[in-house]
């Protein structure tokens, strides 16, 4: 059984830089790609971000702004957030991909991290 344990978030001014950190019990994720995902208020759930053997990737939406990194000794993937928008209001959430370019989740959720910009 995988367990999510993301944190981090809370109210954040725009254009502020908050680190968001996921980590993992029951389940090493070396041997995985990881993602970050997002649900903002009223909307599905989406694919913000991946790491992996081929790099990394970056929804349009948050390219250039995020930076998507991973320590797999402390079994972790973080997000990096600079210059945050009002649209950037959402609960993240971190899974396993199940392939690259598919940006699929692998695996359930965890409880998320909110995530709320503000003026």
């Known amino acids: 059984q995988v367990q999510w344990v993301e944190s981090g978030g809370g109210l954040v001014q725009a254009g502020g830089s908050p680190r968001l950190p996921c980590t993992t019990s029951?389940?090493?994720?070396?041997?995985?790609?990881m993602g970050w995902f997002r649900q903002a208020p009223g909307k599905e759930r989406a694919f913000v971000a991946a790491?992996?053997?081929?790099?990394?990737y970056y929804a349009d939406s948050v390219k250039g702004r995020f930076t998507i990194s991973r320590d797999n000794a402390k079994n972790t993937v973080y997000l990096q957030m600079n210059s945050l928008k009002f649209d950037d209001t959402a609960v993240y959430y971190c899974?396993?991909?199940?392939?690259?370019?598919?940006?699929?989740?692998?695996?359930?959720w965890g409880q998320g991290t909110q995530v709320t910009v503000s003026s």
């Open positions: 790491v992996g053997w081929p790099g990394e």
């Open positions: 029951g389940r090493t994720f070396d041997k995985y790609h």
């Open positions: 899974n396993a991909i199940d392939a690259w370019n598919s940006w699929n989740p692998l695996w359930s």
